[in-house]
């Protein structure tokens, strides 16, 4: 009877020992289980964020090589483009410089067609002063020109008042005479209007020396054709010639017009000359 106790208690305490074993060992199962489960989600949730970030890259590299294609194209695009700016600059650059060339040597052009064109007015001024002062003087002077005693000439702006000497002095001598006097006071009717020109008074002579007492005081033709053209000079001052505008030039026998080997020639030799020049 004491055995039998014994041994039901100890069938009771495997039983027990039995019956929490397995508790124990179901909640570590499901513990696993759970466990497992939510690996499995979260492996699953870690698969689909891999898909969606690997779709992701997959785009975005797409999209890098669509830009760099596009950079790059851009870039060749831009380099043709600096190539051909530059090409055009180079082309403009060298237009210009031949440009400013040109313009220079046009203006150079012009300011040397301004200067003729005021030199060619002044001088058609000039010359329409001297053509006017010619008509005045023939008129005035037809008279002694008809009668072979003067000679007027004109030529681009240089007018000539040729006299024979026999007008103005007696035979041997320098000092204007009366006759001589009232010829170059209707010169200097024409002469007073003119301010711009230069009145030159050339004295000229034959190639016949001087001798007996004339040449006392005149040893040569030199001294005669001299002292002639002084007087002029000085009489057209005293009625009232600017005399800045006058000067007296001996050429004595060395400037003849005529031969003078006939009496004829000689006449024409022995004369004075009035001239109107441009000033200098």
Same mark, same amino acid.
């Given at each position: 009877?004491?055995?039998?106790?014994?041994? %039901? $208690?100890?069938?009771?305490?495997? !039983? =027990? %020992?039995?019956?929490?074993?397995?508790?124990?060992?179901?909640?570590?199962? *499901?513990?696993?289980?759970?466990?497992?489960?939510?690996?499995?989600?979260?492996?699953?949730?870690?698969?689909?964020?891999?898909?969606? $970030?690997?779709?992701?890259? =997959?785009? &975005?590299?797409?999209?890098?090589?669509?830009?760099?294609?596009?950079?790059?194209?851009?870039?060749?695009?831009?380099?043709?483009?600096?190539? +051909?700016?530059?090409?055009?600059?180079?082309? &403009?650059?060298?237009?210009?410089?031949? !440009?400013?060339?040109?313009?220079? +040597? %046009?203006?150079?052009?012009?300011?040397? &067609?301004?200067?003729?064109?005021?030199?060619?007015?002044?001088?058609?001024?000039?010359?329409?002063?001297?053509?006017?002062?010619?008509?005045?003087? @023939?008129?005035? @002077?037809?008279?002694?020109?008809?009668?072979?005693? @003067?000679?007027?000439?004109?030529?681009?702006?240089?007018?000539?008042?040729?006299?024979?000497?026999?007008?103005?002095?007696?035979?041997?001598?320098?000092? +204007?005479?009366?006759?001589?006097?009232?010829?170059?006071?209707?010169?200097?009717?024409? &002469?007073?209007?003119?301010?711009?020109?230069?009145?030159?008074?050339?004295?000229?002579?034959?190639?016949?020396?001087?001798?007996?007492? $004339?040449?006392?005081?005149?040893?040569?033709?030199?001294?005669?054709?001299?002292?002639?053209?002084?007087?002029?000079?000085?009489?057209?001052?005293?009625?009232?010639?600017?005399?800045?505008?006058?000067?007296?030039? *001996?050429?004595?026998?060395?400037?003849?017009?005529?031969?003078?080997?006939?009496?004829?020639?000689? =006449?024409?030799?022995?004369?004075?000359?009035?001239? $109107? *020049?441009?000033?200098?």
């Amino acid at each position: 009877m004491g055995k039998k106790p014994m041994s %039901l $208690l100890a069938v009771g305490m495997i !039983l =027990a %020992l039995a019956s929490g074993g397995c508790t124990v060992m179901g909640s570590t199962y *499901a513990k696993k289980v759970g466990e497992a489960e939510g690996l499995a989600r979260e492996l699953a949730a870690l698969q689909q964020k891999y898909k969606d $970030l690997s779709a992701e890259n =997959a785009a &975005l590299n797409a999209q890098v090589a669509s830009l760099t294609e596009d950079r790059d194209r851009l870039a060749a695009d831009n380099l043709n483009l600096e190539n +051909v700016l530059q090409a055009k600059s180079d082309t &403009l650059t060298g237009t210009i410089l031949e !440009l400013r060339q040109k313009i220079a +040597v %046009l203006e150079t052009e012009n300011r040397r &067609l301004r200067l003729e064109i005021a030199d060619l007015q002044k001088s058609r001024e000039e010359t329409q002063k001297a053509s006017k002062t010619y008509e005045d003087l @023939m008129e005035k @002077m037809k008279g002694e020109i008809a009668e072979g005693q @003067m000679t007027i000439s004109e030529l681009k702006g240089k007018l000539t008042v040729n006299m024979v000497d026999a007008i103005l002095f007696d035979s041997g001598k320098a000092e +204007v005479k009366t006759g001589g006097q009232a010829i170059l006071q209707k010169i200097v009717s024409i &002469l007073a209007d003119v301010k711009d020109k230069s009145i030159r008074i050339e004295g000229h002579t034959d190639n016949v020396p001087i001798v007996g007492m $004339l040449a006392k005081k005149y040893p040569t033709n030199w001294e005669l054709s001299a002292a002639r053209a002084l007087n002029v000079a000085r009489y057209l001052q005293e009625q009232g010639i600017d005399p800045a505008n006058l000067s007296a030039v *001996a050429y004595g026998e060395y400037k003849p017009v005529a031969a003078n080997d006939a009496p004829e020639g000689r =006449a024409k030799n022995r004369r004075i000359e009035i001239i $109107l *020049a441009p000033k200098e």
